[in-house]
């Protein structure tokens, strides 16, 4: 059974000595002579007005995982819709639940004002 494994030891071997080689490499040829300007984030030209390290308030990332949420749901639509004929009346009404299911939670995230901004 350990046979089986042996190319993944050896893939894992030949990644484990690479990735050092190549930082060393990358260290031996790149320049080294940072200074102000070249610290400073890059802004289309302009001098930044702030620190680059703002602070988000916690409705960002609500939203955003929100958004995840209701993307994911929705991809559940694509393998339902290539076998639609296949499934019939019994895919068409479990589609149609599955959906009054997430148009509620929609519904209840609206009205709980996880979608305002401010």
Same mark, same amino acid.
């Given at each position: 059974?350990?046979? =089986?494994? @042996?190319? #993944?030891?050896?893939? #894992?071997? @030949?990644?484990?000595?690479? #990735?050092? *080689?190549?930082?060393?490499?990358?260290? %031996?040829? &790149? $320049?080294? =002579?940072?200074? !102000? /300007?070249?610290?400073? $984030?890059? /802004?289309?030209?302009?001098?930044? *007005?702030? !620190?680059? &390290?703002?602070?988000?308030?916690? !409705?960002?990332?609500?939203?955003?995982?929100?958004?995840? @949420?209701?993307?994911?749901?929705? #991809?559940?639509?694509? $393998?339902?819709?290539?076998?639609?004929?296949?499934?019939?009346?019994?895919? %068409? %009404? /479990?589609? %149609?639940i599955f959906l009054a299911i997430l148009i509620v939670g929609y519904i209840w995230i609206w009205k709980k004002g996880a979608l /305002?901004? @401010?």
């Open positions: 059974m350990p046979q =089986n494994y @042996v190319p #993944i030891f050896i893939f #894992i071997a @030949v990644v484990g000595v690479l #990735i050092p *080689v190549t930082l060393l490499a990358a260290k %031996l040829v &790149r $320049p080294d =002579n940072p200074h !102000r /300007e070249k610290l400073l $984030p890059y /802004e289309c030209g302009i001098d930044p *007005v702030d !620190r680059a &390290r703002g602070r988000y308030t916690v !409705r960002f990332y609500i939203i955003a995982i929100l958004f995840v @949420v209701f993307d994911v749901e929705t #991809i559940f639509l694509f $393998p339902w819709a290539v076998k639609f004929k296949a499934l019939g009346m019994f895919g %068409l %009404l /479990e589609m %149609l /305002e901004w @401010v």
